[in-house]
C-alpha cells in the first residue's frame, strides 16, 4: 500500500490532501475485496463479515428455514418439548434433577431410526442420540439447553415452561418460526466445549461459518483442519501444546468433536462415521452432506 501510494504521488505531485484520501481509501478497498489464497479464495472483507458480523447478516451468505425440518435430531426433540408442554397447558414437571421427564426421552429416542446418523449407531449405550434419560443422551440435552438460551422454555418451581409468545408463535407459524433462534443460540450463546473434557478456552464458534463452507465444498474433516490453520494462524498458535496432543492434532480433533459431530451432526446437516480405524490403518476423515445443509445454507461467490 505504501509503495503504490508512494508512486500515485510521484505520478501526481499536485494531488491535495483530500484527493490523496480518496486514492488512499480506493486502494485500500480493492486491496480488502481481492480474493486470497489463504482464505481458499475469499477476500478479507468477506471473511471480516463471517466472523464478526451479527447473525443473520453475513456477507454473500443467505440462512433459510427448510420446508422439511423432520430430518433434524434437534428440531424434532424441541417439537417433542413444545408439544408436552402445549399438551399440558404450556408447562410440564421436570425429574428431581431438573431434567426433561422420562417419558419425553423415551419418545425421543425411539426417533433414532428416522435420522441419518442411526446408520452408525447400533447401540442404544453409546449413542448420542438416545438414552434412558437426559443425563445419558447428549442430542437432547443439548436441544433443552438451546431452547432456554433461545428463550423458548424456561425453568421454575421444578417445571419447564414455554415462554407465553413462544406459545403463540408455535401455535401461528409452528415448529420452523425457531428455527433460526435456535440456530443463533447454537452458534452465539451456546457454550462448545459443555459436552467434552478439552480445553474451554479453545473457541471454535468465530469460524463456523468459514468451517461451514469449506465442509460444504469438499467434505473432508482432515482438510477442513489445515484450512483452518492456514486462514487463521494465529489461532493455532495460541492453541494449548501437549506432548500427545500437538497443536494441529487438538485443532483436528476439536473441529471434529465440537463443530462436527455436536454441532452439524446434532442439527441434521452432516453425518459421520465414527471409526476411525480400519484393517489397522486410519479412516479417512470423509463427511456425508445431508440435504438440510444446502437448503439451509446457501454462499454465494465473493
Known amino acids: 500500500m505504501s509503495d503504490s501510494i508512494a508512486q500515485t504521488v510521484a505520478m501526481n505531485p499536485h494531488l491535495s490532501l483530500d484527493e490523496l484520501r480518496v486514492v488512499a481509501q480506493r486502494k485500500l478497498d480493492e486491496q480488502n475485496h481481492r480474493p486470497l489464497d489463504d482464505f481458499c479464495g475469499l477476500s478479507s472483507t468477506r471473511v471480516y463479515s463471517w466472523l464478526y458480523a451479527p447473525f443473520g447478516e453475513f456477507a454473500g451468505v443467505i440462512i433459510n428455514t427448510p420446508d422439511d425440518l423432520s430430518t433434524s435430531p434437534v428440531m424434532r426433540y424441541l417439537s417433542l418439548i413444545l408439544d408436552e408442554a402445549m399438551y399440558h397447558g404450556g408447562f410440564f414437571k421436570a425429574t428431581p434433577k431438573g431434567n426433561l421427564p422420562t417419558k419425553l426421552v423415551k419418545h425421543a429416542s425411539a426417533l433414532l431410526p428416522e435420522f441419518a446418523v442411526s446408520q452408525y449407531h447400533a447401540h442404544i449405550s453409546i449413542s448420542e442420540f438416545a438414552g434412558r434419560n437426559e443425563e445419558a443422551f447428549n442430542a437432547l440435552h443439548y436441544t433443552r439447553i438451546l431452547a432456554e438460551a433461545a428463550g423458548i422454555i424456561y425453568r421454575r418451581s421444578g417445571r419447564y415452561h414455554v415462554k407465553k409468545a413462544a406459545q403463540k ?75 500427545h496432543f500437538p497443536p494441529m492434532r487438538l485443532l483436528s480433533i476439536l473441529i471434529e468433536s465440537r463443530f462436527i459431530e455436536r454441532f452439524l451432526q446434532f442439527w441434521g446437516f452432516v453425518t459421520i462415521d465414527p471409526k476411525r480405524i480400519f484393517a489397522g490403518a486410519p479412516v479417512s476423515r470423509m463427511v456425508d452432506l445431508q440435504p438440510l445443509l444446502a437448503q439451509a445454507f446457501e454462499f454465494s461467490s465473493d
Open 169 to 243: 408463535q408455535y401455535q401461528t407459524h409452528g415448529l420452523h418460526c425457531f428455527f433460526l433462534p435456535m440456530l443463533e443460540a447454537a452458534v452465539t450463546k451456546y457454550n462448545w466445549s459443555y459436552l467434552d473434557g478439552w480445553p474451554e478456552e479453545v473457541d471454535l464458534r468465530t469460524f463456523w461459518l468459514f468451517m461451514l463452507w469449506r465442509l460444504q465444498y469438499h467434505g473432508s474433516a482432515d482438510q477442513l483442519a489445515n484450512e483452518v490453520a492456514t486462514a487463521f494462524p494465529d489461532f493455532v498458535g495460541e492453541l494449548p501444546a501437549e506432548e
